[in-house]
């Protein structure tokens, strides 16, 4: 599985019951799960399966207190750090007493779901992987379970045969100063199309300058179709119209909220029905282009950009 899982867009019917996460541990890891599980729990997602940050889910998951939520970590206390049967089922924990499975059959309280993270998998005990062997096998509608382990291989094949192995490219997370230091918009168009792994900094200030390019040109006191077709008309052209759509995308959002926010791009201009007829001609392109179609982009641009 490729590092960019999490960057992948989902909704309730692609998420899978169980996941194994092959990743060393990490700060960066961890908080990326994290994200996902309060997408799985929140109780009023926004527009691409994103949690909200207001619902009683949220608030109780960033407070650590949600009762739809359970993580298991190894028994430090001990010199196996094993994770035991009574881990997953006893102890002083009042809701490890009720039991993972216990708890997966229940009502979940305040979320859309019921969710268990179980950290260092590798170390659960041949007793605790037989109990959770039950859930596996018959998971409860609605419920999940994500597994983190370092090394995945010591787990038995009948945990493994059941879950989707979700292998993590650490270079994934080597990317996240510069993440950090990018445009939120920037970031997600870069790493929708690229592999993280695989690119440098200078490739980075590249794409930093014909994103930049991209957006002045589209800019209403700045727009001229025909400096477009000149500058567009390059083996960059996904990713322009990558950042055309994204903006689209953005207009549209504002559109409909009726928000009042002044966009200055010269699509603001248009009409919700032109906004829509000109997505169609970007995706309609950009399958050419994956289909390595022989085409004259200049003249495909035109066409495009007669809707303005």
Not at 142 to 148: H, R, T
Not at 251 to 256: A, H, T
Not at 261 to 277: G, H, N
Request: proline share 4%.
């Amino acid at each position: 599985m490729k590092a960019n899982f999490f960057n992948k867009e989902f909704d309730s019917q692609n998420i899978s019951h169980a996941y194994l996460f092959e990743c060393k541990p990490s700060k960066e890891l961890n908080e990326e799960i994290n994200k996902l599980i309060k997408k799985i729990l929140c109780v009023d997602k926004q527009k691409n399966f994103m949690f909200c940050d207001l619902c009683s889910s949220c608030k109780s998951f960033n407070g650590h207190t949600n009762p739809d939520f359970l993580e298991i970590f190894p028994d430090e206390d001990s010199k196996s750090k094993t994770i035991t049967l009574s881990a997953l089922g006893g102890g002083g924990d009042a809701k490890k007493k009720r039991g993972v499975i216990n708890i997966m059959n229940e009502t979940a309280l305040l979320s859309d779901a019921k969710l268990i993270k179980i950290n260092e998998a590798e170390l659960l005990s041949e007793l605790a992987q037989d109990h959770l062997l039950k859930f596996l096998e018959e998971p409860p509608k609605n419920s999940y379970i994500f597994l983190l382990s370092s090394k995945p291989a010591i787990l038995k094949p009948t945990i493994l045969s059941r879950v989707n192995r979700i292998k993590i490219d650490p270079s994934y997370f080597e990317n996240e100063d510069i993440k950090n230091k990018l445009d939120p918009l920037f970031y997600e168009i870069l790493f929708r199309e690229f592999d993280p792994s695989s690119i440098d900094e200078a490739e980075i200030e590249k794409l930093k300058s014909i994103y930049a390019e991209t957006i002045d040109s589209i800019e209403e006191f700045n727009f001229s179709k025909t400096k477009v077709l000149d500058f567009w008309n390059d083996d960059y052209l996904n990713f322009r119209l990558n950042i055309l759509k994204q903006n689209i995308f953005n207009v549209l959002s504002n559109k409909f909220k009726d928000s009042g926010f002044k966009d200055t791009s010269a699509i603001s201009m248009l009409d919700q029905e032109r906004l829509f007829l000109f997505l169609e001609e970007i995706i309609s392109l950009q399958a050419m282009l994956a289909r390595k179609v022989p085409l004259n982009k200049k003249i495909q641009l035109d066409a495009i950009f007669d809707l303005i």
